[in-house]
Nanobody, 131 residues
Framework: QVQLVESGGGSVQAGGSLRLSCAAS????????MGWFRQAPGKEREGIAD????????YYADSVKGRFTISRDSAKNTLYLQMNSLKPEDTAMYYC????????????????????????WGQGTQVTVSS
């Protein structure tokens, strides 16, 4: 059973930076598509970035491309999301997710993988950006 635990959320002013972490354990496969999602109150969960652990291919939503960077430290089994130039509209609960399938197999023409394709989820970490 894969377990994911996010950390690193907090409050920051607009223009600032945060780095989220997602510690993973219980892997049964050697390769996973891993993603970051966010959900603001009253809004649908939004996929923002994915990475395939096997070849480190990355995928980004237009809303964060150029500002956010997804990466993974395989030695630490930890997924990261470096968030720069934060905006108030980035305020949300952020979740990491994983599934043992190549990201490009489930992209289906989209920029990022849909939430329904992921079977493993963390509990989330809150990010609040003030103006």
């Amino acid at each position: 059973q894969v377990q994911l635990v996010e950390s690193g959320g907090g409050s920051v002013q607009a223009g600032g930076s945060l780095r989220l972490s997602c510690a993973a354990s219980g892997y049964t496969s050697s390769s996973y598509c891993m993603g970051w999602f966010r959900q603001a109150p009253g809004k649908e969960r939004e996929g923002i970035a994915d990475i395939y652990t096997s070849d480190r291919s990355t995928y980004y939503a237009d809303s964060v491309k150029g500002r956010f960077t997804i990466s993974r430290d395989s030695a630490k089994n930890t997924l990261y999301l470096q968030m720069n130039s934060l905006k108030p509209e980035d305020t949300a609960m952020y979740y990491c997710a994983a599934e043992d399938i190549p990201c490009d197999v489930v992209l289906k023409g989209a920029r990022v993988v849909a939430a329904r394709e992921f079977g493993y989820w963390g509990q989330g970490t809150q990010v609040t950006v003030s103006s």
